[in-house]
């Protein structure tokens, strides 16, 4: 059974790097999938954000191109999502997933002072 | 905006049929193929159908898909309370070399 769990800061000052890590379990990130970065702001649609596959290729939603990076940790089954020059915008719940159909839980990502 | 378009709500009675649309264009469900997804309040989005029309295991076969040109349809029939969430189609984007997800659709279960 495939397990995905994110990790990381749960506030975030305005003008800094949002740093997320999802974690793998179950299967190897480095199988024929691509990994994603989806998030949901409070009350809000989906919105996606990027994806990554094991080779490092990455495809990145054009409107956050600019201030995306996900990378792949192939040693630690993980993959991770920085996002920089955050707003209050950026304010969401943020999940990993499996394209398509695995997702971790999310975890609330707050962008404030 | 999102380029996938459904309607943002919703309705049926228990025991009905709903039928939720997602109207993309040709660089995405015209030559891709169209994803459903189910999320309930507080919780993340659970795949309902893939590949069009295809099943995961578990999903019950009350919830049905189709896709016809650029458009994908998620029927659902002998609505339950249970069914009362939000709904979003997906789909890649050949064009845009992106995932899009429609702007959802929030059904209620009168």
């Known amino acids: 059974q495939v397990q995905l769990q994110e990790s990381g800061p749960g506030l975030v000052k305005p003008s800094g790097t949002l740093s997320l890590t999802c974690a793998v379990s179950?299967?190897?990130?480095?199988?024929?999938?691509?990994w994603n970065w989806v998030r949901q702001p409070p009350g809000k649609g989906l919105e996606w954000i990027g994806e990554?596959?094991?080779?490092?290729?990455?495809n990145y939603n054009p409107s956050l191109k600019s201030r995306v990076t996900i990378s792949v940790d192939k040693s630690k089954n993980q993959f991770s999502l920085n996002l920089s020059s955050v707003t209050a915008a950026d304010t969401a719940v943020y999940f990993c997933?499996?394209?398509?159909?695995?997702w971790g839980q999310g975890t609330l990502v707050t962008v404030s002072s | 905006q999102s380029v996938l378009t459904q309607p943002p709500s919703a309705s049926g009675t228990p025991g009905q049929g709903v039928t939720i649309s997602c109207t993309g264009s040709?660089?995405?469900?015209?030559?891709?193929?169209a994803n459903w997804y189910q999320q309930l309040p507080g919780t993340a989005p659970k795949l309902l159908i893939y590949s069009n029309n295809q099943r995961p295991s578990g999903v019950p076969d009350r919830f049905s898909g189709s896709k016809s040109g650029t458009s994908a349809s998620l029927a659902i029939s002998g609505l339950q309370s249970d069914d009362e969430a939000d709904y979003y189609c997906a789909a890649w984007d050949a064009r845009l070399n992106a995932v899009l997800f429609g702007g959802g659709t929030k059904l209620t279960v009168l």
């Open positions: 179950g299967a190897s990130i480095s199988s024929s999938n691509w």
């Open positions: 997933a499996r394209r398509w159909d695995t």
């Open positions: 990554i596959f094991h080779t490092g290729s990455t």
């Open positions: 040709s660089s995405n469900i015209g030559s891709n193929t």
